[in-house]
């Protein structure tokens, strides 16, 4: 089958946009990817992601070695350009648009008539519209969808990610996408790019919806983990075990409770409530109650930690991960992270830091006097307290004998119910 779109440009290359780029690739598409980063730009020229991520880096030699992606830092023609740009907040909680305008704008210089350009980026309600407006005013002589509907020179869509890192490469692919055109006729465009590599089912509806939904469903994981961390706030306060309660109430049969863990991040489910709430603060009071519950969690975790600590003279501590979930190297908003550094400066004791996903430690911790990286058998060797704060799957095969001599605070419920004294 003849594709309709023979070259696409992808602008970002992060976590979204890289595994998107060497996925349309695969497919026997042109793909130019884009991103402002030459440190990055020259790690995939070389056939390799500048990140970990299952699977991937093989993805990307084979795109690479067949001459069907490129990485450059300025954007060129082409038919379809696919945004994947970061959008934080800011310091009012509302979402920090720069970078995609800045896409927007730097695309716009060679747009032509019949191009189609989409949003993957999780973004407020309405930036798919500003992003028209962005584009007009770099392109006045190009009519575009909000203001010419029935005759637009360029097609926008709104169409949102929903991949989890660690799986990138398989739930592309696998999973439902939502189509949200500025028209119908925007619509079906994007529907044609994403039929390409999509094997899920497609969700047509239009740009706002489209944009609500990827929030949504950000906010709607963000309530249900924190009343599991409420729980375990709870359960410290009464000295009872939460993983023991949640797992006795999940008999029920209309019960799920999730587990806690020691805060939430991540680029997703930690920010994109805060679109809605910042904009809408009236109607979105459990929204912001989540956010609260939440972002307390790791002070939480700390307190319990600095309580341990006052125990001994001078006490070394194993901390167990940085990333903000099992088996990557994303630190971005990682509670696990925040809780190493305020323990840095809060307390004395020696730090024995264990993340098997990265070479080095951020700079927030290698400052640190009292922090070292670390192996992981040398830290469980020399650890008076150790802390287990990410679920990796290295530390699923510790043997449990090699924690009885210590102080054990498991955050996330991994050891609770197989440690057992002989």
């Known amino acids: 089958m003849e594709l309709e779109f023979k070259k696409i440009s992808v602008v970002g290359l992060g976590y979204i946009g890289l595994p998107t780029a060497a996925t349309l690739a695969s497919r026997g598409v042109d793909v130019v990817g884009v991103d402002v980063n030459q440190s990055a730009v020259s ?14 880096d093989m993805l990307v030699q084979s ?28 310091d009012d ?3 920090d648009l720069s970078f995609v305008e800045a896409a927007g704008r730097a695309i716009a210089k060679v747009l032509k008539p019949g191009n189609l350009v989409i949003l993957e980026s999780t973004s407020p309600v309405g930036t798919t519209q500003k992003l028209c407006e962005w584009i007009a005013k770099e392109r006045p002589d190009l009519r575009l969808p909000d203001k010419h509907p029935d005759a637009p020179d360029i097609h926008l869509a709104y169409c949102p990610e929903r991949i989890l890192p660690g799986r990138m490469v398989f739930e592309l692919v696998e999973n439902d996408r939502i189509i949200g055109g500025m028209t119908e006729a925007c619509t079906d465009r994007a529907e044609a790019l994403y039929e390409i590599f999509v094997r899920g089912e497609l969700h047509r509806t239009n740009a706002p919806t489209a944009e609500l939904v990827k929030i949504m469903e950000n906010a709607y994981r963000d309530v249900n983990i924190a009343f599991a961390n409420e729980i375990a706030n709870v359960c410290d306060a009464l000295d009872l075990n939460a993983w023991e309660a949640i797992g006795l109430a999940n008999r029920h049969p209309r019960v799920n409770v999730l587990n806690p863990g020691p805060g939430v991040g991540g680029h997703c489910i930690a920010i994109d409530p805060w679109f809605l709430i910042s904009r809408l603060p009236e109607q979105t009071s459990l929204m912001r109650t989540a956010r609260n519950v939440n972002d307390g969690r790791p002070a ?5 930690i600095l309580r341990q600590i ?3 003279r001078s006490p070394v501590v194993a901390c167990l991960g940085l990333a903000y979930k099992p088996d990557v190297d994303d630190l971005r ?36 006097a009292n922090v070292q990286n670390v192996k992981l058998d040398e830290a469980l060797e020399q650890a008076d307290i150790i802390v287990l704060l990410v679920g990796h799957k290295k530390f699923k095969k510790i043997d449990s004998r090699k924690l ?5 605070i498991d955050t996330i419920g991994l050891w609770q119910m197989n440690i057992q004294k002989p």
């Open 63 to 90: 795109a690479v070695s067949t001459g069907k992606l490129r990485a450059q830092t300025t954007p060129e023609e082409a038919e379809a350009f696919i945004i994947a740009v970061p959008t934080p907040f800011l």
């Open 300 to 304: 939480q975790v700390l307190d319990k």
């Open 333 to 368: 908003e990682s509670p696990a992270l925040r809780i190493v550094e305020d323990l840095a400066h809060k307390s004395e004791a020696k730090l024995l830091v264990v993340e098997p996903h990265i070479a080095e430690l951020p700079e927030s911790l290698s400052a640190c």
């Open 310 to 312: 006052e125990r001994f």
């Open 404 to 408: 009885y001599e210590s102080v054990v």
């Open 93 to 95: 909680h509302s979402g």
């Open 43 to 56: 790690t995939i020229a070389e056939g390799r992601a500048h990140f970990s991520e299952p699977d991937l």
